[in-house]
């Protein structure tokens, strides 16, 4: 059966015609490209929010290991992990990362010598894109040890 005229082409001319090469490229990487530039800002966001974490239960836990007063340390302690300073103000240094949502705890507070041991968790909130991939919500779980020295 012959081609009609219209539908009739060189195989040859067909395979060696390069026009729309680049769009075609574009269409594939694109998308791709921008999932993973997506995911590395996801995943960026997520571990600064630990080491954030992690080093204001740091700062609460050598706070305590230091502190010789009866009482009002476990404030002060607690505000040098949720907001960076002593007189809790300002942001919070992870977002719902306070003491209503994840309350730090501290175990050996009045102890004479020994080890301070500080423990939080925190759920983050949900991302798009692990709540896209199907992810269940993340919870970070932190604890820092420091040895009582007094001041």
Not at 59 to 85: E, F, I, V
Request: aromatic share 10%; charged share 15%.
């Amino acid at each position: 059966m012959k081609l009609p005229a219209s539908l009739d082409f060189d195989l040859r001319v067909f395979l060696h015609d390069d026009e729309g090469v680049a769009m075609t490229e574009a269409l594939i990487a694109v998308p791709f490209l921008t999932f993973l530039a997506v995911a590395v800002l996801e995943f960026g966001s997520l571990f600064w929010q630990r080491q954030q974490m992690e080093t204001g239960l740091r700062d609460a836990a050598r706070y305590m290991a230091r502190c010789r007063h009866t009482s009002g340390c476990d404030t002060t302690a607690r505000n040098l992990a949720y907001y960076g300073n002593s007189s809790g103000t300002g942001a919070l240094r992870v977002p719902n990362w306070d003491a209503a949502t994840s309350p730090i705890e501290f175990t050996n507070p009045g102890g004479i010598g020994g080890v301070i041991s500080a423990a939080s968790t925190h759920q983050l909130a949900n991302s798009s894109l692990f709540g896209w991939l199907g992810v269940g919500p993340i919870i970070i779980t932190i604890n820092n040890n420091q040895r009582r020295i007094g001041w």
